[in-house]
């Protein structure tokens, strides 16, 4: 059994900054890729940044200057530094990660469940 728990959501001015954390655990062999997706009230869920096992990222230009992400592999967890907020990050953020487990013959594609971000104007 794997699982993605999220931390660090909450309620921010404009301005201001976050840093949401994702760890992985289980029976865990090998993460490939992680990264941070969001929904917004009504809207898709979109993809706001990912980083490779090997630390090569990419971001959405409506947060590319502002957003860091970043990892550690000893502790299977993915960070995102969230800087310069505005009230339009507004959103519910998840962690995604591709996940070797024991036993299975291929990664597969795991969830968080969600933290909730507030951006106050």
């Known amino acids: 059994q794997v699982q993605l728990v999220e931390s660090g959501g909450g309620l921010v001015q404009a301005g201001g900054s976050l840093r949401l954390s994702c760890a992985a655990s289980?029976?865990?062999?090998?993460?490939?890729?992680m990264g941070w997706y969001r929904q917004a009230p009504g809207k898709q869920r979109e993809l706001v940044a990912a980083?490779?096992?090997?630390?090569?990222?990419s971001y959405a230009d409506s947060v590319k200057g502002r957003f860091t992400i970043s990892r550690d592999n000893a502790k299977n967890t993915v960070y995102l530094q969230m800087n310069g907020l505005k009230p339009e990050d507004t959103a519910v953020y998840y962690c995604?990660?591709?996940?070797?487990?024991?036993?299975?013959?291929?990664?597969?594609?795991?969830w968080g469940q969600g933290t909730q971000v507030t951006v106050s104007s």
């Open positions: 995604n990660a591709d996940i070797l487990s024991f036993g299975a013959y291929f990664p597969r594609t795991y």
């Open positions: 980083i490779t096992s090997g630390g090569d990222t």
């Open positions: 289980g029976r865990i062999v090998s993460i490939n890729a």
